[in-house]
């Protein structure tokens, strides 16, 4: 999968990020695969990016916006769900974020700006409940699929 050149990519890019494999690990692809199905904004991109990891840097740069959704493991209980910004990543704020797997969201983005792009995305997580093996979401975190799919158009502006 390779990126469109920076001249022919879309200002905002919305990236579903997780091990689908896994349950409820995978709410950020299972995300990105519904809104694939709603009619978007011209500017906006959805990408199902799995589990690539540093290989989903060349997606995310040169965009005006970038909207990541996967997975969080925080203190607040299985269908929390998390709004997060760089700065409180890179500051810790008690949450791991699984996001991007092998590699952590902030080396992720620091390797980004060694390449000379700053990335300064939004982060909507959700708390999973079950993480063993199986494609389908728990009953619980399917259930928030609407509500996730809000927020995420409130922040590309769609919504009031």
Do not use: W
Request: charged residues 25%; contains cysteine.
């Amino acid at each position: 999968m390779s990126a469109p050149a920076p001249t022919e990519r879309k200002p905002i890019l919305i990236l579903g990020v997780g091990n689908i494999l896994l349950k409820d690990e995978g709410i950020g692809v299972h995300i990105a695969e519904r809104l694939q199905a709603v009619d978007l904004p011209d500017e906006v991109e959805v990408l199902e990016g799995g589990v690539l990891g540093v290989d989903l840097l060349e997606h995310m740069e040169h965009r005006e916006k970038v909207i990541i959704i996967d997975a969080v493991q925080g203190d607040m209980g299985p269908g929390t769900i998390y709004r997060l910004t760089r700065k409180e990543i890179e500051m810790g704020e008690n949450r791991c974020l699984s996001s991007l797997h092998e590699i952590d969201l902030p080396y992720v983005l620091n390797v980004g700006d060694f390449m000379g792009h700053y990335i300064d995305p939004v982060i909507i997580g959700v708390e999973p409940k079950d993480l063993s093996v199986g494609l389908d979401l728990s009953p619980e975190i399917e259930a928030l699929i609407p509500k996730v799919v809000d927020l995420v158009m409130k922040e590309i502006g769609q919504m009031n």
